[in-house]
């Protein structure tokens, strides 16, 4: 089982990063390298997000295993990491819609300390946006 307070801290560390590599990837590339990012950085936090979750007992070890996945069912893999990948999206996208809006509009402000502490609010509002969207289907009886 892992402790509550580093899956909390390690969240706010991963929305701190992506912030900073958002604002350098605004200001050296622009609005393609901060696509290229939002899209990574998405990708690997499905997959990484469904390690965690497979991780923990009884989650993902029922119903056999595939050298292909790690461990556990395939069907968790198809299953999770969409899921994951899309509250990524959500997440990391608000927080590129946020930087680049302050990019724009204060480029002069700098990244610390405002920027970086409401980009990381950002993240946790898309975080918020997304965990609804899925929760709302699921609701509704989609196939989620």
């Not at 290229?36 to 070890?61: E, F, I, K, M, P």
């Not at 809006?101 to 950002?122: C, E, M, N, S």
């Amino acid at each position: 089982m892992h402790e509550p307070f580093f899956t909390l801290a390690g969240f706010f560390a991963i929305c701190g990063i992506y912030v900073a590599g958002a604002w350098g990837a605004n200001r050296r590339t622009g609005w393609l390298g901060k696509l290229a990012l939002w899209l990574g950085c998405s990708l690997v936090y499905g997959y990484v997000a469904y390690r965690w979750t497979c991780s923990q007992a009884l989650t993902c070890d029922v119903g056999g295993s595939s050298p292909y996945f790690m461990t556990g069912n395939p069907r968790y893999f198809l299953m999770y990491v969409p899921l994951f990948a899309f509250i990524g999206l959500t997440t990391f996208g608000s927080t590129s819609l946020f930087i680049g809006y302050r990019f724009r509009t204060q480029k002069a402000a700098g990244l610390w300390p405002r920027t970086f502490g409401l980009g990381i609010l950002a993240a946790v509002a898309g975080w918020v946006l997304g965990m609804g969207i899925i929760g709302a289907a699921r609701l509704l009886g989609a196939a989620v």
